[in-house]
């Protein structure tokens, strides 16, 4: 069985646990559940382990790697135009047409309300990281890391990655058996993060298992229909900017036959 059946396996096992256990209200399934659950937050954060590792390790590989270093910036320029274009695009297209579509999707009023006295601790941190955003000065100093090892630990990610384009450019200056051990090095690290991540998506039906689980159990019918509906809508989304915006950009500027 593949590993997408095997997570869908467990999405359906977990869904379906979660809501027997939601219905029968058992103190203890209750309490087997709450030993589940930390393993789909276990799951997630391994995750994101991954993500820092894999990000300087393929971008100082690749730049440094690259044959002609002078093309880098029109490249690097080019693909961040396209990605303020696509993002900008996505985000209206999808704060227009989502609304409407999750609208027709009802959710009982009692989990609603257990969602929204969930989210008020999140919905006050936000708030607050809201009120502590810099203005653009600010914002454009916090750019360069003072400490690139401190952005790493806070997630602080574009500064990590200006830090590390400006390293991997450095090492692309390099010559001889000092820039291919240094590019060894990166392309280890790359490919250990990428092991790393197999790895870690091998755990994803259990991780999946536990997240549905811990949902259905605490918001019972409910949560299926909201899970359903967000999946469809995001399909929807997904496929629709795909076919209509990202297919035509890629035959357009990339040469490729739209077919």
């Given amino acids: 069985m593949s590993l997408t059946m095997r997570v869908l396996v467990a999405l359906v096992a977990g869904l379906g646990l979660g809501l027997l256990v939601s219905t029968s209200g058992t103190p203890s399934l209750v309490s087997a559940v709450r030993w589940i659950e930390p393993l789909g937050s276990l799951f997630i954060n391994a995750i994101r382990m991954t993500v820092i590792p894999l990000v300087v390790g393929s971008l100082v590989a690749g730049i440094a790697s690259a044959p002609d270093t002078s093309s880098l910036g029109k490249v690097g320029l080019r693909a961040f135009v396209l990605f303020l274009v696509t993002l900008f695009i996505a985000a209206i297209v999808t704060a227009v047409v989502a609304p409407p579509l999750l609208g027709l999707f009802a959710i009982d009023p009692a989990a609603q309300a257990s969602l929204q006295a969930s989210a008020t601790q999140t919905a006050t941190t936000t708030a607050e990281s809201v ?39 450095a090492v692309a200056g390099l010559k001889g058996e000092t ?81």
């Fill in 179 to 259: 820039k291919a051990v240094v590019v060894h090095v990166f392309e280890a690290i790359r490919d250990a993060a990428l092991t790393l991540v197999r790895w870690i998506l091998l755990a994803a039906p259990i991780g999946v298992f536990a997240l549905a689980l811990g949902l259905t159990a605490r918001l019972g019918l409910s949560a299926i229909g909201a899970l359903a509906g967000y999946i469809v809508v995001v399909a929807m989304l997904t496929i629709a900017l795909g076919a209509l915006m990202l297919y035509p950009m890629a035959a357009w500027l990339g040469g490729v036959a739209l077919r």
């Fill in 131 to 169: 009120r502590r955003i810099p203005g653009f000065t600010q914002w454009l100093i916090d750019l360069v890391p003072t400490n690139p090892v401190r952005a790493a630990a806070d997630a602080a990610m574009l500064p990590l990655i200006v830090f590390t384009l400006a390293f991997g450019l």
